[in-house]
């Protein structure tokens, strides 16, 4: 095991002496400096695990250097025990205000210094410790949203007579929206925009759980390929896809009371017909010159969480130029400085006619909504999807 290092600074020569006889049958590995400076330059040197810090000395007083090592992220954590007089109770506090974690009367006692400095170095360890479990927990993580990462889609599909565009802001390491957009065998475009409820890791296994399950149930035709079987329409697709998804989930994991909102629609290249599902997900826009001309209000509930749900589906048709915005609730919700909703208000005001793509649209949208929150720390993550046709 690694010998702990204390640095004992202070610039009387006995004091030093003292300190070091007492504590050279206790297997510490030991550094000292004379003034302040000297003692920053043995910390950047040395890196000790524990400081004993006389406050009144030439060059540099205890008081700066406390301030110095506080200030800085990487000896923030290092234990200082101040030494003083014991007479001098205004320079203990001052140096507790500081920073320091204990203090040591002068003259020194030999069990008060040996308490002393064991206490602090146990408090220390204890300190490393936690900040090695923390950046373990971190960097399984970012593990995790790497993995997560890789269920949203890399790139979007191009189509023919249609222009997609989406936008992704996780508040978290992992997050609980997700959206996704592919091809179809028979040339068909597929959107889906979704929102988890609850927050964390428990939320980001469900988004893969749910995105994985539509898009699987939307692309196989295995269940449909015996010959009695007529094709399925866009209407029967999407109905099968969300209705599985759902029992899937309540059969499964219905105890886990976890279910999620979405949108999906889908686009044939050949006509201007999108057909849709929307399961509790927030009304998307279809825009037209830059004004709202319908809402794709809620055709169904949730999927999640009812057994025998039954979703039905709406069918909107687009001319073109029109566009459909998509969204979560983290958009409407994000808060600011003075936790006041962004709200749908606000998003109106950013639909123009001049908006020719969906990516000028959701750059805009995104470059508002920092503007908005500003400094305030995200609280939901914030999804938005946009499809055009051209």
């Known amino acids: 095991m690694t010998r702990s290092k204390i640095l004992i600074v202070d610039d009387e020569p006995f004091n030093v002496d003292y300190l070091e006889q007492e504590l050279e049958d206790l297997d510490y590995e030991i550094l000292t400096a004379a003034n302040g400076q000297e003692a920053l330059d043995q910390v950047k040197a040395g890196s000790p695990d524990l400081i004993l810090l ?34 001098n109770l205004q320079s203990v506090v001052k140096g507790i205000q500081l920073g320091a974690e204990d203090y040591l009367p002068k003259p020194f006692e030999p069990t008060l ?47 023919s007579g249609w222009e997609i565009g989406a936008y992704f802001k996780a508040a978290h390491e992992v997050a609980g929206d997700y959206y996704d957009a592919f091809l179809l065998p028979d040339g068909n475009l597929v959107c889906v925009i979704g929102d988890v409820c609850g927050k964390g890791v428990g939320a980001a296994l469900f988004m893969s759980l749910f995105r994985s399950l539509i898009r699987a149930t939307s692309t196989t035709d295995l269940m449909f390929q015996q010959p ?21 989930v309540t059969e499964t994991h219905g105890d886990k009371c976890l279910f999620t909102t979405v949108f999906i629609c889908m686009m044939s290249p050949s006509d201007n017909k999108l057909t849709y599902i929307n399961s509790g997900n927030e009304p998307p826009l279809l ?22 749900a039954e979703f039905s589906a709406g069918e909107i048709q687009m001319e073109t130029h029109d566009l459909l915005l998509a969204f979560t609730d983290g958009v409407t919700d994000a808060l600011n400085y003075a936790e006041e909703a962004f709200g749908k208000e606000r998003l109106l005001n950013l639909l123009d006619r ?7 649209l959701l750059d805009k949208i995104e470059q508002q909504l920092k503007a908005y ?7 939901d993550d914030i999804t938005l999807m946009a499809i055009k046709k051209i």
């Open 54 to 87: 006389d406050i009144m000395m030439p060059v540099m007083d205890g008081f700066t250097v406390l301030s110095h090592l506080k200030e800085n992220p990487a000896t923030r954590e290092i234990p200082v025990i101040v030494i003083s007089a014991s007479n």
């Open 113 to 159: 210094l040996q308490a002393r400095i064991s206490s602090s170095l146990e408090k220390k360890h204890l300190r490393d410790l936690q900040q090695l479990y923390l950046k373990s927990l971190e960097r399984e993580l970012e593990i995790g949203r790497e993995i997560q990462q890789g269920f949203l889609p890399s790139e979007l599909p191009e189509v």
């Open 228 to 248: 009695h079987y007529p094709p399925l329409t866009a209407l029967a697709r999407l109905q099968h896809a969300i209705s599985f998804t759902n029992h899937y």
């Open 287 to 308: 825009i037209r010159n830059g004004n709202v001309i319908a809402e794709l209000n809620p055709t169904g509930p949730v999927v999640g969480v009812l057994p025998e």
């Open 354 to 360: 001049n908006d020719s793509t969906p990516g000028k």
């Open 373 to 379: 929150i500003g400094k305030v720390k995200q609280f």
